[in-house]
C-alpha cells in the first residue's frame, strides 16, 4: 500500500514539475486528437484576409467542412486558441488546422495550417473562395440596403 501512495505521489511531483499541459498532450497525441503538430505548423500555414468578422468566419468554415461528398472529420474545436481541427477527410486522417485571428479593421486572418502540403493547399481551395464568396455576397447586401435607403 505504501508503495503505490509513493507512485501515486511522485506521478504527482512530476507532474507538477514538468507541466502537467504537456502530459495532457502526450495523451492527446496518443489518441490522435492533438493539435501540437498544427500549432508549431502555423508559421507555415496557407494565409489569407477576409473582410468578415470572426463569426461569420467561423461559421462559413464549418459549413464548408461538411459539404456533403467532401466532409473533413472535426475532432476538435478550441475557443481559446480560436482552432478548427480536422482530419482532411473521414478516410485521410492527415490533421489540418484552421485558425482564426481577428483583425483591427473587422476582419479576419485565417492560416490553414498541416504537416502536409497538399493537405493545406486542398483545404484552401475550398475554404478561401467559399469566404470571398461570402465576402462578396456581405457586399452585395450592404450596396442593395444603400440604394434602397437612397443613399
Not at 482532411?88 to 498541416?114: K, N
Amino acid at each position: 500500500m505504501k508503495k503505490s501512495s509513493f507512485s501515486i505521489f511522485l506521478m504527482g511531483v512530476l507532474c507538477i514539475l514538468s507541466g502537467c499541459a504537456t502530459m495532457k498532450e502526450a495523451g492527446k497525441g496518443f489518441l490522435g486528437v492533438s493539435t501540437r503538430i498544427l500549432e508549431d505548423g502555423r508559421k507555415d500555414a496557407l494565409k489569407k484576409s477576409f473582410a468578415l468578422d470572426y463569426h461569420s468566419c467561423y461559421l462559413k468554415v464549418k459549413d464548408i467542412l461538411a459539404e456533403k461528398g467532401k466532409e473533413s472529420y472535426i475532432y476538435s474545436e478550441d475557443a481559446d486558441k480560436k482552432l478548427i481541427a480536422f482530419y482532411l477527410s473521414c478516410e485521410d486522417t492527415t490533421p489540418v488546422g484552421i485558425f482564426f485571428t481577428e483583425e483591427t479593421q473587422g476582419g479576419t486572418l485565417i492560416e490553414i495550417s498541416s504537416p502536409s502540403t497538399y493537405a493545406k493547399e486542398e483545404i484552401a481551395k475550398r475554404v478561401f473562395p467559399g469566404l470571398e464568396l461570402l465576402v462578396k455576397n456581405s457586399n452585395k447586401e450592404k450596396k442593395d440596403v444603400k440604394e434602397k435607403s437612397g443613399n
